[in-house]
């Protein structure tokens, strides 16, 4: 019987693959990511699937808008995904496709897709994945995959997610379809949501902090140009005074 890696031993993998120091306003996104993918995968009834991807992918590049370093961010996600023993590649792929197949049908495709269990051609063997997912009493289900889901939606049709009354209605609907807990999904959507706010508060409060510390030290530098133009300016007029005496 093979051993589950700890917790210890996939944070441990994560920092030997990434090794530059990680950005302190974002060190606690990437380590409950990371955490939650390892909890996730460790357990006998998790399996993968390209929503889950769309999930991760989309919780990753969301809330690590505005990252610095910029280029750090790719070794990040990498490190992540092969932490928990997966391919980052095959996560942005699958991610991809599924945009792709929302992005070519239409919202209402789409939504009779997820909320009535409709197949849909272009979806391939998505339609075998939803189907599975609903057959199986034992599916796993997690926070990461219902916001794959979400997005999903979000993307198929942002109007009819806007809206509270339609955007209850249609959630409702979709977890009777794919025998979905309501209760968790509704908790994991409200946090999911709040969260965002929460970071582009935060976003926004960082650019307003740079953008100050920018117009400081540009209005240090002109009060130091003009200090320096001043004293060129008097010792030029103690050369013009010196040759004038002589």
Request: glycine share 2%.
């Amino acid at each position: 019987m093979d051993t589950l890696r700890t917790l210890s031993e996939t944070k441990r993998t994560f920092y030997t693959l990434h090794t530059r120091p990680l950005n302190s306003i974002y060190r606690r996104v990437i380590e409950e990511l990371l955490v939650e993918m390892h909890l996730l995968t460790v357990n006998a009834d998790f399996k993968y699937d390209p929503i889950y991807a769309l999930g991760v992918v989309t919780v990753f590049d969301t809330f690590m808008e505005g990252y610095e370093p910029e280029k750090d961010k790719e070794s990040i996600f990498n490190a992540i995904c092969k932490a928990v023993e997966h391919d980052p590649q095959q996560y942005r792929q699958d991610a991809e496709r599924v945009k792709s197949i929302v992005e070519n049908a239409s919202g209402e495709q789409v939504t009779a897709w997820l909320c009535n269990a409709e197949p849909l051609e272009q979806a391939g063997d998505l339609n075998e994945v939803l189907q599975s997912i609903k057959d199986n009493p034992r599916f796993k289900y997690s926070r990461l995959f219902i916001i794959g889901l979400y997005t999903i939606l979000e993307t198929a049709n942002p109007d009819l997610m806007s809206d509270d009354n339609k955007r209850e209605e249609t959630l409702q609907s979709c977890c009777q379809a794919l025998n979905l807990p309501k209760d968790k999904v509704d908790k994991d959507l409200d946090l999911y949501r709040s969260n965002l706010e929460k970071m582009q508060q935060a976003r926004s409060v960082m650019e307003d902090v740079v953008k100050a510390d920018r117009k400081q030290r540009e209005r240090r530098q002109e009060q130091q140009n003009s200090s320096d133009d001043s004293q060129n300016s008097g010792v030029e007029l103690e050369k013009k005074t010196e040759n004038t005496e002589v």
